[in-house]
Nanobody, 131 residues
């Protein structure tokens, strides 16, 4: 059974920082985590889930990163394959960043940004930015 578990969400004032973590477990991830493209998505109340950031895997896109334009230069996605963990460092947070943040995984040669293309999802972690 594969599992993605997010942590690190919380309440922060505008301009503050948070670091989200997503730990992957299960046979598939224990053996092949490094190959997976890992993504972070977010969903604000009343809005559709949107792509935030993604990082490539060793299946063909190692080192590649992609970001939603509105978070570029503020968010940084990274991964530690030895720990089966992906991170999202969020700086200069704004109230409009308030959302539930989800970690997702897909085995792909290229980095993909469509939510429907991802196979595995975590339960999400709440990020609230106060003004």
């Amino acid at each position: 059974q594969v599992q993605l578990v997010e942590s690190g969400g919380g309440l922060v004032q505008a301009g503050g920082s948070l670091r989200l973590s997503c730990a992957a477990s299960g046979r598939t991830f224990n053996n092949y985590f490094s190959k997976y493209v890992m993504g972070w998505f977010r969903q604000a109340p009343g809005k559709e889930r949107e792509f935030a950031a993604a990082i490539g895997g060793s299946a063909g896109s190692a080192g590649a990163t992609y970001y939603l334009d509105s978070v570029k230069d503020r968010f940084t996605i990274s991964r530690d394959n030895a720990k089966n963990t992906v991170y999202l460092q969020m700086n200069s947070l704004k109230p409009e960043d308030t959302a539930v943040y989800y970690c997702a995984a897909v085995l792909s040669r290229t980095v993909v940004t469509g939510a429907g293309l991802y196979d595995y999802w975590g339960q999400g972690t709440q990020v609230t930015v106060s003004s």
